[in-house]
């Protein structure tokens, strides 16, 4: 069975959960306090992040490298269309996810609020928490105008981009950090994403410290 060295609200992390589960490959998850760098961690990866996945004999990090191999070696379902056009749109959003929105946004709010109480390193800055609540307006309004012109974000289909994008807003809505009266479409867009079965890990995801919100695992929220 593959492992995958996770901390649960990672975005990086789910982006590789939701993938393995769509593709209905089994996995056990292990938790990583990879903040605290001790040597086996760092054996697995020099870098020192998460995630980490260990599958077919062989130990693999990098979030979007995993993905690529994952729809590599297990095609079906797809998450990656076949054009190349297709395939630079995808591979495009979940670069805006995981880059612009991940510097503007997740780092500003999920890191602050959450990340610097499990790790001991302080009180959140207000100025990060601030400047992470109005860019996710912009994002949230970049997503609507999308969706107005596609039924997934990047296309007809739903994506790796869509996993991507989830990722990121299921880890944010875990500490309401998210409008959802901001935009329908964004907030329907979601609730579909959120309805697949490849969700049901990650909406009974508890972390210590931080209750689940009453509307997290709701899916007619």
Not at 9 to 32: G, Q
Not at 95 to 103: L, R, T
Request: charged residues 30%.
């Amino acid at each position: 069975m593959a492992k995958l060295y996770h901390v649960p609200l990672s975005p990086f992390c789910r982006k590789v959960r939701l993938s393995l589960a769509e593709k209905k490959i089994e996995c056990e998850l292990v938790e990583e306090r990879y903040w605290e760098q001790e040597a086996d961690f760092l054996r697995r990866n020099p870098a020192g992040k998460v995630p980490v996945l260990r599958i077919d004999n062989k130990t693999m990090s990098e979030s979007a490298a995993i993905c690529e191999w994952l729809e590599e070696k297990y095609p079906e379902p797809s998450l990656l269309p076949r054009s190349p056009d297709a395939r630079y749109e995808v591979r495009r959003l979940v670069a805006w996810f995981d880059d612009k929105f991940h510097h503007e946004v997740t780092s500003k709010l999920l890191y602050e609020r959450v990340n610097k109480k499990i790790m001991k390193a302080g009180f959140p800055d207000s100025s990060n928490v601030k400047a992470g609540a109005k860019a996710i307006k912009y994002h949230l309004d970049y997503m609507a105008w999308l969706l107005d012109h596609r039924r997934w974000l990047a296309g007809d289909v739903m994506t790796l981009a869509d996993f991507a994008a989830a990722a990121h807003l299921s880890s944010l809505d875990y500490i309401s950090d998210v409008d959802w009266n901001r935009s329908a479409v964004v907030k329907d867009w979601y609730a579909k994403i959120k309805s697949r079965p490849a969700f049901r890990s990650i909406l009974a995801d508890q972390i210590p410290g931080f209750p689940q919100p009453a509307h997290y695992a709701d899916l007619d929220f």
